[in-house]
């Protein structure tokens, strides 16, 4: 297990305030935070810009030292021990970072394999091994700046996996990749967790992505723990509102006027809109409105043309969260 306790980051600048005087600021990166990560588990790590994600990430991976606090991974004190710690994880970024282009996949493997102490045979083995996992066999002797951004991203993959780590950071891993190439690393980074054992760290601004492959998530604010919790549970308490979506044959005045009494009076919040498919009205409530909107429908014989039940997704309550805390 990786556990982190009171994690503490402060950046201290240094700026100009008269000819010769600089003033010291201290900027409170991540203050105080505690977080674990088991084997075979994904964890989500979410924030908004600047809330501390990629300096806790650094402090995890030993990039950056912390300020104070404490990391132990497997029972090994990592700020003690990191050559021991440097073996068991590994750290992936999305976008173009850390790679050489103008080295091919296996140029690329090869170096960062010799950096984790693979040589010879062992070295060869665990590079094909891992281009032919990641898809990339006919291109392995490319230079990476002929590849696409899949294809890129994919080798960032192996370039992660080169020491067979035991716990992986994934910093926005599917960043700016078309939708059936996120997809497909979604997978991998899933069987990764699932079949080979490994605890993940995921960072990414694609709520639908952390909502689909993350067993639990921090949410962190200004480097302060705000919440963590299971995905569904996170909705369950922040969105308590039920979604139904209706559209009708064009209601009148007079119709209008009765169903919106009506539903005032169940507490049903509505909006209604006028469009080309008839009178759409976007109904919200503490409970499962469906039954009792059906009800009144037929007490006036109103035509239904569509009628959808949302459920509420971790962007929904992102969204709330952050309009509570006014972060918006
Ligand atoms: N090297 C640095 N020197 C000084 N301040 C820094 C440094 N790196 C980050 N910060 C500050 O620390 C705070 C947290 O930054 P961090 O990059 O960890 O946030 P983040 O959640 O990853 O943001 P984003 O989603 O925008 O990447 C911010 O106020 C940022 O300006």
């Not at 990629?54 to 950056?64: D, F, G, H, P």
């Not at 030292?65 to 004190?77: K, M, N, Q, Y």
């Not at 590849?147 to 067979?164: P, W």
């Not at 992986?168 to 991998?188: I, N, S």
Request: charged share 30%; hydrophobic share 40%; aromatic share 6%.
């Amino acid at each position: 297990m990786l556990e982190a306790k009171k994690l503490v980051k402060y950046y201290t600048m240094k700026e100009k305030s008269g000819w010769f005087a600089r003033k010291k600021q201290q900027i409170k990166a991540v203050n105080g935070l505690d977080l674990t990560i088991k084997r075979g588990e994904i964890v989500g790590l979410l924030g908004v810009n600047g809330a501390g994600k990629t300096t806790t990430i650094k402090m995890l991976s030993t990039l950056l030292a912390p300020t104070s606090g404490t990391l132990s991974i497997d029972g090994i004190d990592a700020l003690q021990q990191p050559e021991a710690i440097k073996r068991r994880i590994n750290m992936i970024a999305g976008g173009e970072r850390m790679l050489y282009w103008r080295l091919s996949a296996r140029e690329n493997l090869m170096y960062f394999g010799r950096l984790y102490g693979l040589r010879g045979s062992a070295l060869k083995n665990q590079c094909d091994e891992l281009i032919k996992k990641v898809g990339l066999a006919e291109s392995a002797d490319r230079p990476v700046e002929r590849y696409s951004k899949g294809m890129k991203q994919r080798l960032q993959i192996a370039r992660g996996l080169i020491n067979d780590p035991d716990y992986l950071f994934l910093d926005e891993p599917t960043l700016g990749l078309d939708a059936p190439v996120a997809r497909q690393l979604r997978g991998m980074v899933k069987d990764l967790a699932k079949k080979k054992n490994k605890g993940i760290l995921l960072t990414s601004h694609y709520l639908e992505e952390v909502e689909e492959l993350c067993d639990h998530v921090y949410i962190i604010e200004k480097g302060h723990l705000l919440l963590h919790d299971t995905p569904t549970r996170i909705i369950q308490t922040i969105v308590k509102d039920r979604i139904l979506l209706v559209v009708m044959d064009r209601l009148t005045q007079e119709d209008w006027t009765w169903l919106r009494q009506e539903l005032d009076n169940r507490g049903i919040h509505t909006q209604k809109n006028e469009t080309d498919e008839g009178t759409q009205l976007d109904m919200t409530a503490p409970f499962d409105l469906t039954a009792q909107f059906i009800a009144l429908t037929h007490q006036r014989n109103f035509h239904l043309l569509r009628l959808e039940s949302k459920k509420p997704n971790l962007e929904d309550a992102i969204i709330r969260l952050a309009e509570e805390r006014e972060l918006l």
